[in-house]
C-alpha cells in the first residue's frame, strides 16, 4: 500500500519560495507518475506539476509555468516542488499524489489527464500554503 506524507508548507510574503516534499512508503518513486495538486477554500482540486517517472518530462498548469518545478530524488525516494514567486493566489492546501501504473501514465501529460485526480491511486493529507500580499 502507498502512503505519501507531505512536508514544507508554511506562510510566507509574495515573491518568496517554499519547498515542498512528498516522502512515500510503499514506493519507490522508479516508475509511473506522481503529481502536485493544491485546493483552495471553496474551490476545486487542481493540478498544478506532474512528472513522469521513466520520461523524466514534466508538465505545470499554465498558472505556475515558470515558477514552480518538480523533481524526484530516487535515493530518499522524495519529490519536491519547488515554488519561486509565489503569490497570494497560489495559497491553498498543497498535497501530493501517486499512481504506480505505467500505462496510465505514459500519455497522461500530453493528454493532459493529469490535470484529473481521478488518476492517482495514492494521496497525502496536504500541507498548508498561505502567501500574504
Known amino acids: 500500500q502507498v502512503q505519501l506524507v507531505e512536508s514544507g508548507g508554511g506562510s510566507v510574503q509574495a515573491g518568496g519560495s517554499l519547498r515542498l516534499s512528498c516522502t512515500a512508503s510503499g514506493y519507490t518513486y522508479s516508475s509511473g507518475c506522481v503529481a502536485w495538486f493544491r485546493q483552495a477554500p471553496g474551490k476545486e482540486r487542481e493540478g498544478v506539476a506532474f512528472?513522469?517517472?521513466?520520461?523524466?518530462?514534466?508538465y505545470y498548469a499554465e498558472s505556475v509555468r515558470g515558477r514552480f518545478t518538480i523533481s524526484q530524488d530516487n535515493a530518499k525516494p522524495a519529490v519536491y516542488l519547488q515554488m519561486n514567486s509565489l503569490k497570494p493566489e497560489d495559497t491553498a492546501m498543497y498535497y501530493c499524489?501517486?499512481?504506480?501504473?505505467?500505462?496510465?501514465?505514459?500519455?497522461?501529460?500530453?493528454?493532459?489527464?493529469?490535470?484529473?485526480?481521478?488518476?492517482?491511486?495514492?494521496w497525502g493529507q496536504g500541507t498548508q500554503v498561505t502567501v500574504s500580499s
Open positions: 512528472l513522469y517517472i521513466d520520461g523524466g518530462i514534466a
Open positions: 499524489a501517486a499512481q504506480t501504473l505505467e500505462y496510465l501514465c505514459r500519455l497522461a501529460g500530453p493528454r493532459r489527464t493529469w490535470l484529473s485526480s481521478s488518476e492517482y491511486k495514492a
